[in-house]
């Protein structure tokens, strides 16, 4: 995809996103990678009104080269392309739900929400939880760099997910599902629910792998 593609592409999403509520104000971005560096949406930018002309533009070494400066969480999505180099693009939002679930006293740090449908098995699978830091704390990426080595996708605890994946498409589309997984876990707590067994999810990842 030509850079000129890729940054109206970022722009649309967003504001797909922002529009349906999955994110607020100036929460959330997105980054994407280019054959010379990335695209990131800027800092203090609402998702919802983009201009694609503005996005933050990085060398292949991080440094900031044209548009506005970029989003302070950047170093999120640096630690997501620093240990997987596969990663096209990658997509953090404040999504209520997963912000509510990330909240929880009682999940299982090691993978958050269970397997409750067959969509969420594969395009999330493991989900584990990086402990509370405030923003900005470079605790945080080291935090989310010794996590993505293994997971695409984590959950900042009292904050919310940050996704990776080969396309913006599949960032976002994998986001989106565990957005929705989050919420069916909540409406499901406290009911007698069957989620998928082991067997279920080992199946899947046979026929359908990453
Ligand atoms: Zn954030």
Known sequence: MSETKSREEIARLAKSIFDRGLTFGSSGNISLRLDDGW???PTGSTMGDLDPARLSKLDND??????????KENFLHMAMYEVRPETGAVVHLHS??????????DINPENVLPPIT?????????LPLIPYF??????????VREMAG??????????????AG???????YAIEELEETARLFLMLRGMNTRFL???QVAALKTRFPA
């Open 39 to 41: 695209l990131m949406t």
């Open 62 to 71: 991080g440094n900031h080269l044209s548009g506005d400066k970029p989003t």
């Open 96 to 105: 209520t739900h997963s912000v509510a679930v990330s909240c929880l006293a």
């Open 118 to 126: 067959a969509y969420y098995a594969m395009k999330i699978g493991t």
């Open 134 to 143: 405030q923003p900005g704390d470079l605790d945080l990426a080291r935090a």
């Open 150 to 163: 293994k997971y695409h996708a984590v959950l900042l605890a009292n904050h919310g997910p940050v996704v």
């Open 166 to 172: 080969k396309s913006l498409h599949d960032a976002v």
């Open 197 to 199: 067994t082991e067997d």
